[in-house]
Antibody, heavy 124, light 112 residues
Framework: QVQLVESGGGVVQPGRSLRLSCSAS????????MHWVRQAPGKGLEWVAV????????YYLDSVRGRFTISRDISKSTLYLQMDSLRDEDTAVYFC?????????????????WGQGTVVTVSS | QSVLTQPPSVSGAPGQRVTISCTGG?????????VHWYQQFPGIAPKLLIY???KRASGVPDRFSGSKSGTSASLAISGLRAEDEAAYYC????????????FGGGTKLTVL
């Protein structure tokens, strides 16, 4: 079955960096676009970024564009989110999410499998 | 403030039918983009319920159904059960924002 396991979360000061990883298994990683979705404490869901199945297309939420970078290593079936210049408002649970359809470029933009999430806290 | 508007809460007694609305605009639902629905229990990752407006995800009982019309969509839950008590989110795509998926603010369903 599909498994997505995030890691790399933690407590970090404003302005610093953090890299999240997501190890994928149970499906052909290279056939699906992948997303990061976040949820601030007590708040709703917010889409953060997407990368196409082959890594050629990347799109971001306006508030993170230029600070966050999504990438993937198909040989390792791993998705990444490099987060730089972190702000208090980036505090959230970050979910690694699989796109709902195969080989749709850049993505079908719905989310059929979710990881358990990793907590990022930005605080001085 | 979310681009897609949902009621903050709805409630119903066991066995009843409830609906959750999701209102968008001409750059998202009204532009023809599909609507998808997710269920989330506290402290747990969301789960896909309905995709492409009306299709049930694998394993989702037929008590859950989706519809879309114009700039709005709805999730209906019939034969309400205690275990349906959760938060529900609608989601679509918005072409006024480069490559952005968008969510509604979420609706907390209480089973009385």
């Amino acid at each position: 079955q599909v498994q997505l396991v995030e890691s790399g979360g933690g407590v970090v000061q404003p302005g610093r960096s953090l890299r999240l990883s997501c190890s994928a298994s149970g499906f052909t990683f290279s056939q699906y676009a992948m997303h990061w979705v976040r949820q601030a404490p007590g708040k709703g869901l917010e889409w953060v970024a997407v990368i196409s199945n082959d890594g050629s297309a990347k799109y971001y939420l306006d508030s993170v564009r230029g600070r966050f970078t999504i990438s993937r290593d198909i040989s390792k079936s791993t998705l990444y989110l490099q987060m730089d210049s972190l702000r208090d408002e980036d505090t959230a649970v970050y979910f690694c999410v699989r796109d709902g359809d195969m080989i749709v470029v850049p993505a079908a933009y719905y989310f059929d499998s979710w990881g358990q999430g990793t907590v990022v806290t930005v605080s001085s | 403030q979310s681009v897609l508007t949902q009621p903050p809460s709805v409630s119903g007694a066991p066995g009843q039918r409830v609906t959750i609305s999701c209102t968008g605009g001409n750059s998202n639902i009204g532009a023809g983009y599909d609507v998808h629905w997710y269920q989330q229990f506290p402290g747990i990752a969301p789960k896909l319920l309905i995709y492409d407006n009306t299709k049930r995800a694998s394993g989702v009982p037929d008590r859950f159904s989706g519809s879309k019309s114009g700039t709005s969509a709805s999730l209906a839950i019939s034969g309400l059960r205690a275990e349906d008590e959760a938060a529900y989110y609608c989601q679509s795509f918005d072409d006024s924002i480069s490559g952005s998926a968008i969510f509604g603010g979420g609706t907390k369903l209480t089973v009385l």
